[in-house]
């Protein structure tokens, strides 16, 4: 029971934090008379009046999270924030279904990018930052939530997957280096976004497109203001500006607080991850600018090489912006897009998927046992920059890969189950696990998931979800073994 109480209370605070953030919108409302007015003000009242009950509820019980506590408190958070957010779109959009309405606005913060809303160009405009703010706030979030739950970043990135699984943290235990240390990250974050804002501005934009597009940038969320997404721009300034800018969101942000701290950019080079994610995403541009020239698809290497990158880049670092519908492209091409948003973040950026780390740490397990196999009784451990990994971290990185292909196979099962082809079945798990944004075919670069039914919105929200939280957050709790005491 104390449990229970405890999390309420703790999502009864985080509740009140989201109130306050739809307030803004409806600020934004009022002042422009957007016609969305109604629905940020009944929004924000009900948000924020039910975190404040919840809170008021359970002041006077412990405060101390336990190791279960923690978990739940993970599913809870993840799982029914999305309701409230998506009270805005459901009061302004009366003909929109709950599962449409809870999709948006898991897809905002899970930052995946995916959407079932048309017409963005003509939307309110509180409604096209409230889409944009929770990415943001939300990217980040998934960071500090990390780092301030367990250690710093030791190997650039498996404390960050440990951290996907709260243990047994109190917040009364939390070391002030660790408190201190996701403050800093927050600012290099916000810091980085204004950046952003400045230089998509200079680029050409006006400045609540640059806003909101800096926004989904650094949050590797992939919304737009407009149905084309970057292509309504057609400017290579901006497109450059993006790519840049996703690139560094693709990286881990402890990476950046360390080399903008001591000022030595040494660190992007000898982080191991970092090195390989950069290395996968450029190579992959090329190769695939010379497909694109080879296919006739475009007829110089500059004109395929510009569209190239943005898309790989896009898609690689799980964000979901496009320029040029990439479903037309030949199909190796928008398949190898989304194997690379399976492996390619970082881990401690504001991307999804695997994680360059443990990819890493699976191609060397797989060499270690080619090298068993020609010396069996040789001595060797694995080695990811300076650290050596243990044997418990490479088989927690096996269980985990495991788990993450046999949770897409099921989910693209339950979409085929409800008759949806394979291709859209296939992709829109990929994307949405992966928190990527568009698939292919019927929810490709060109559609929304509006096509889809209530029940196949479900799932694709669930996905989402369990992308989000690295899976373990959620499938522990089924573990009868972790009720035990």
Request: with cysteine; charged share 10%; net charge neutral.
């Amino acid at each position: 029971m104390n449990i229970a109480l405890t999390i309420v209370h703790i999502f009864g605070i985080v509740t009140m934090g989201f109130g306050c953030l739809m307030a803004t919108c409806f600020a934004t409302s009022k002042l422009a008379d957007d016609g969305a007015t109604e629905a940020f003000y009944q929004g924000t009242l009900i948000t924020f009046l039910s975190g404040v009950f919840m809170v008021l509820c359970t002041l006077n019980i412990a405060k101390s999270l336990s190791r279960q506590a923690g978990f739940l408190l993970v599913a809870t958070t993840w799982s029914i924030t999305p309701i409230f957010c998506a009270l805005p779109l459901l009061l302004h959009f009366p003909q929109m279904s709950f599962a449409d309405g809870y999709f948006e606005a898991v897809s905002a913060l899970t930052t995946s990018g995916g959407t079932v809303l048309s017409g963005l160009d003509s939307l309110p405009v509180s409604v096209n930052l409230w889409r944009h703010e929770l990415s943001w706030v939300a990217g980040m979030g998934v960071i500090i939530f990390a780092v301030a739950i367990l250690p710093i970043l030791g190997i650039g990135g498996m404390q960050l997957y440990k951290a996907g699984m709260p243990g047994s943290v109190k917040e009364s235990e939390l070391p002030p280096r660790i408190a201190q240390t996701a403050k800093a990250l927050w600012i290099v974050y916000a810091g980085m976004t204004a950046v952003c804002i400045v230089a998509l501005k200079w680029a050409g934009m006006g400045w609540f497109d640059a806003l909101c597009h800096a926004f989904s940038a650094m949050s590797l969320g992939g919304f737009s203001t407009h149905d084309s997404s970057i292509g309504f721009f057609n400017s290579v300034p901006i497109e450059v500006v993006l790519t840049v800018f996703q690139l560094l969101a693709g990286i881990n942000f402890a990476t950046h607080f360390i080399a903008l701290s001591k000022r030595d950019w040494r660190g992007y080079i000898t982080d191991s991850e970092a090195r390989s994610f950069l290395l996968l995403v450029l190579c992959s541009c090329v190769l695939v600018a010379l497909m694109l020239l080879d296919a006739g698809i475009y007829a110089d290497f500059l004109t395929a090489l510009r569209y190239a990158s943005f898309n790989v880049v896009s898609m690689a670092t799980d964000s979901g912006f496009v320029n040029q519908d990439f479903s037309h492209w030949p199909i190796f091409v928008p398949i190898w897009m989304l194997l690379l948003s399976c492996l390619s973040a970082s881990s401690g950026s504001t991307g999804g998927g695997i994680r360059m780390i443990r990819t890493i740490i699976l191609i060397k397990q797989a060499r270690m046992e080619m090298f068993k196999f020609i010396h069996p009784y040789a001595v060797k451990s694995i080695k990811v920059g300076d650290s050596t990994i243990h044997s418990e971290v490479v088989a927690s990185v096996t269980g985990f890969i495991f788990l993450y292909f046999i949770s897409i196979v099921f989910l693209v099962l339950a979409l085929l189950v409800s008759g949806l082809d394979f291709m859209t079945a296939f992709s829109a798990i990929i994307a949405c696990f992966n928190n990527a944004g568009p698939g292919l075919n019927l929810v490709g670069p060109g559609h929304t998931y509006a096509v889809l039914t209530d029940y196949q919105t479900n799932v694709c929200s669930f996905a989402m979800l369990l992308g989000r939280v690295q899976i373990y957050s959620i499938l522990i709790l089924f573990m009868p073994d972790f009720w035990r005491k």
